[in-house]
């Protein structure tokens, strides 16, 4: 019966009243719904029309791509051996983050950006996304130090994806910065979980930051590396 009527789901808000009268009839009164691998095929397929206007185009590259972004977020150890994670320098864990580089427009954002959704609405845990540009930008228009206290503060706490790592300047305000590495040096200090995307490959990372940086980036993120075209313009 539970099958029947899952299968029977066509939008987000059936989905969520069916987990609410699961988690009421279970008398669990849980705040986090935990998903099996099907519910959150069905919740991804839902919040990426709702995310993008598109319907997602099932490839054999996508689901590729996809599959450690799903392993992880549901806490699977299987997620350890996707052959798309970099595990030369970095040993795949549960616990780090996740620093998803590729090809512009192949996904990797807006995967984020869809499980941040589905995060949100079963009341897991979730994170915030910033654009790298965009925090310089807002650093440059920090007016005095008491406004850099405040800006440091509000991006060395809690779960960001920074989203476009390497695609920033360096910040100008009384000085040149190299802001977004002062930050993500900072969040490795303090040990804090960060997700991130990047255009650039390893290399191109350590020529932009340095080799320091690099190193950090391996202590730091699972490296998932997305591969197959740009979807833009797909639908």
Same mark, same amino acid.
């Given at each position: 019966?539970?099958?029947?009527?899952?299968?029977?789901?066509?939008?987000?808000?059936?989905?969520?009243?069916?987990?609410? =009268?699961?988690s009421?009839?279970?008398?669990?009164? =849980?705040?986090? %719904?935990?998903?099996?691998?099907?519910?959150?095929?069905?919740?991804?397929?839902?919040?990426?029309?709702?995310?993008?206007?598109?319907?997602?185009?099932?490839?054999?590259?996508?689901?590729?791509?996809?599959?450690? $972004?799903?392993?992880?977020?549901?806490?699977?150890?299987?997620?350890?051996?996707?052959?798309? $994670?970099?595990?030369?320098?970095?040993?795949?864990?549960?616990?780090? &983050?996740?620093?998803?580089?590729?090809?512009?427009?192949?996904? =990797?954002?807006?995967?984020?950006?869809?499980?941040?959704?589905?995060?949100?609405?079963?009341?897991?845990?979730?994170?915030?996304?910033?654009?790298?540009?965009?925090?310089? $930008?807002?650093?440059?228009?920090?007016?005095?130090?008491?406004?850099?206290?405040?800006?440091?503060n509000?991006?060395?706490?809690?779960?960001?994806?920074?989203?476009?790592?390497?695609?920033?300047?360096?910040?100008?305000?009384?000085?040149?910065?190299?802001?977004?590495?002062?930050?993500?040096?900072?969040?490795?200090?303090?040990?804090?979980?960060?997700?991130?995307?990047?255009? $650039?490959?390893?290399?191109?990372?350590?020529?932009k930051?340095? %080799?320091?940086?690099?190193?950090?980036?391996?202590?730091?993120?699972?490296?998932?590396?997305?591969? &197959?075209?740009?979807?833009? &313009?797909?639908?």
């Amino acid at each position: 019966m539970y099958h029947n009527r899952f299968l029977k789901i066509k939008t987000s808000k059936e989905l969520l009243g069916f987990y609410r =009268k699961m988690s009421t009839s279970n008398n669990k009164n =849980k705040d986090i %719904m935990n998903l099996t691998k099907e519910d959150f095929w069905l919740f991804f397929k839902i919040y990426y029309k709702k995310v993008t206007n598109k319907v997602f185009i099932k490839s054999e590259e996508a689901l590729q791509n996809l599959k450690p $972004l799903a392993l992880y977020f549901l806490k699977e150890n299987e997620f350890c051996n996707c052959i798309n $994670l970099e595990t030369n320098n970095s040993k795949p864990s549960l616990k780090k &983050g996740l620093l998803i580089v590729g090809k512009v427009g192949n996904g =990797k954002t807006t995967y984020m950006k869809v499980i941040r959704e589905i995060l949100k609405r079963t009341k897991n845990k979730t994170f915030v996304v910033k654009n790298c540009k965009q925090i310089v $930008l807002e650093f440059e228009s920090c007016n005095n130090q008491n406004d850099k206290a405040a800006f440091y503060n509000k991006y060395t706490r809690g779960v960001i994806m920074f989203d476009d790592i390497g695609s920033e300047n360096k910040a100008s305000n009384f000085g040149i910065v190299n802001v977004i590495k002062e930050i993500l040096s900072i969040r490795y200090e303090k040990q804090l979980l960060t997700h991130g995307t990047s255009n $650039l490959t390893l290399e191109n990372i350590r020529e932009k930051y340095d %080799m320091r940086t690099e190193d950090r980036f391996y202590d730091m993120f699972n490296i998932v590396r997305f591969e &197959g075209r740009s979807m833009r &313009g797909l639908s």
